[in-house]
């Protein structure tokens, strides 16, 4: 008799309380390297033994900060409307982040400039697809040390949650959202964030002075953090995907710690976004199967743990938006669903992560909408099942002049954003114009018609007065 198994859960439970034996037994005996000396003092303070910039745990603490990890939290917009819930069964879609380079629909590759990064806000503040801000391309015009201006811009271009909040973001979020940093830390106690920002451990077995710093800070001020370290199979993490499993949970329950240690309750969400090595040209390709196995057997342990996680769609090793682009975007937006994962950027990119492209983010939005719609559950009620439309309509009838046709096509039927379902001599005659091509025909659409949402001038003028005392200070 053939054995069954279940394709879509790759780990049973006994797999699961292995990978967490497993954790405490690294974290309490190798333990996790922590270059800050504020947050050796932290760990020093709570108990932890603490040798050099070692910090050992044990299974107590690491226990105690779990559960006070919320299972869902809500991530705020200045427009309430757009607020997200973050956790369960929830998925919302994000662009990209921190590319260096940006695709031209010419075809030419080039750094990202402040230009690109506001069109890639006006993009992701009119289409519906889009749930979140993120950093779709780095710009080269905007200093690396001054990323509040990223976040300013983010503010004045979009009226959806904020993600990449850098140091000094707390105070900037404050006046926007008109509240006290005491309110901040409190209700993100109480699961209630005021922004986003990613925490990257270093693998193996790492957290920088930088990260340990921007996290200390940013717990306090009501900033959800998505835990993301990016263990590289056979490079930075064991030659195996059980092996990276369970250093990448090492890293993450390690930093989980002192988020907890900082402000218990803070929102956190756990990343999984390990990979493998290429180990022919020594680089860290995204779009492979077993970077899809990697992302499923995370977001299992997170449940585990009842942590809400952090992911990826979109994601391709392509340099191009050719098939190769397309088929490995939709495989991964169809995956992080699937699999239940919560936060999800990775829209717009390309070229594992180097490049970014504006008729990408339009058509990664095209597949998103395609997902809502695929995974968006069936109603049984009686308005949907129609039976007596079919009683009255009988045997060789028709239904598209019936009223309950109607009623119904706009909400049943997707309508495509740029993709063609149209015969081919109608393609013909319109050009044969391809995806990528209509695409950019959105892009410049959007940006032609793109609406500022309305900001307090008096409001604004703080924030910019904020942003530029922050930076310049000492002058």
């Known amino acids: 008799m053939e054995t069954t198994f279940d394709r879509l859960r790759p780990l049973?439970?006994?797999?699961?309380?292995?990978?967490?034996?497993?954790?405490?037994?690294i974290l309490s005996h190798s333990g996790m390297w922590f270059e800050s000396p504020r947050a050796r003092e932290v760990f020093k303070y709570h108990g932890l033994r603490?040798?050099?910039?070692?910090?050992y745990f044990n299974e107590q603490i690491i226990e105690s900060a779990l559960k006070s990890?919320?299972?869902?939290?809500?991530?705020?917009?200045?427009?309430?409307?757009?607020?997200?819930?973050?956790?369960?069964?929830?998925?919302?879609?994000?662009?990209?982040?921190?590319?260096?380079?940006?695709?031209?629909?010419?075809?030419?590759?080039?750094?990202?400039?402040?230009?690109?990064y506001i069109s890639s806000l006006k993009i992701t503040q009119m289409l519906d697809g889009i749930d979140f801000n993120f950093e779709l391309t780095a710009p080269s015009d905007i200093p690396r040390d001054q990323p509040l201006w990223e976040l300013l811009y983010a503010i004045k271009y979009t009226d959806k949650p904020l993600n990449d909040v850098d140091m000094g973001g707390g105070g900037l979020l404050s006046?926007?959202?008109?509240?006290?940093p005491e309110k901040m830390k409190e209700d993100a106690q109480n699961g209630i964030a005021y922004g986003l920002r990613f925490i990257n451990p270093v693998s193996l077995l790492g957290l920088s002075e930088l990260e340990s710093d921007r996290l200390m800070e940013l717990c306090s001020a009501g900033i959800a953090l998505a835990i993301s370290p990016m263990p590289i199979a056979g490079m930075t993490a064991p030659c195996t995907i059980p092996g990276l499993l369970i250093s990448q949970n090492c890293e993450i329950l390690g930093t989980l710690v002192l988020t907890q240690l900082i402000n218990p309750g803070c929102p956190v969400l756990y990343g999984c976004i390990g990979t493998v090595a290429n180990m022919r040209y020594a680089n860290a390709p995204i779009g492979t199967p077993e970077t899809r196995m990697i992302e499923l057997a995370s977001s299992q342990i997170a449940r585990f743990y009842g942590i809400?996680?952090?992911?990826?769609?979109g994601l391709t090793?392509?340099?191009?938006?050719?098939?190769?682009?397309?088929?490995?975007?939709?495989?991964?937006?169809?995956?992080?669903?699937?699999?239940?994962?919560?936060?999800?950027?990775?829209?717009?990119?390309?070229g594992s992560w180097n490049i970014s492209s504006l008729e990408k983010l339009v058509l990664d939005t095209e597949v998103a909408q395609y997902m809502r719609r695929f995974f968006r559950p069936l109603d049984f009620s009686e308005e949907m099942m129609a039976v007596d439309i079919i009683k009255n309509v009988g045997p060789r009838g028709q239904f598209i002049t019936e009223e309950h046709t109607f009623n119904h096509f706009r909400d049943e039927f997707s309508e495509p954003l740029v993709f063609s379902r149209i015969p081919y001599d109608l393609w013909e005659k319109e050009g044969k114009k391809e995806a990528w091509h209509r695409a950019h025909e959105k892009v410049k659409e959007i940006i032609e018609h793109y609406q500022q949402p309305d900001l307090e001038k008096s409001l604004e003028k703080d924030l910019d007065r904020y942003v530029?005392?922050?930076?310049?200070?000492e002058r």
């Open 308 to 313: 809400p996680t952090r992911g990826n769609v």
């Open 468 to 473: 530029q005392k922050y930076y310049f200070k």
């Open 50 to 55: 603490v040798e050099g910039s070692i910090v």
């Open 12 to 25: 049973d439970n006994q797999d699961l309380l292995t990978i967490h034996e497993k954790t405490i037994d």
């Open 175 to 180: 006046i926007l959202f008109g509240v006290s």
């Open 69 to 116: 990890i919320h299972p869902k939290f809500l991530l705020l917009s200045r427009n309430p409307q757009k607020n997200l819930q973050i956790g369960g069964d929830s998925f919302a879609f994000g662009p990209s982040g921190g590319a260096p380079y940006i695709l031209e629909y010419e075809g030419t590759v080039r750094y990202g400039k402040k230009e690109d």
């Open 317 to 350: 090793d392509a340099s191009s938006v050719d098939f190769q682009a397309g088929a490995e975007s939709a495989f991964q937006f169809a995956n992080t669903v699937r699999n239940g994962l919560n936060l999800l950027t990775g829209m717009g990119t390309l």
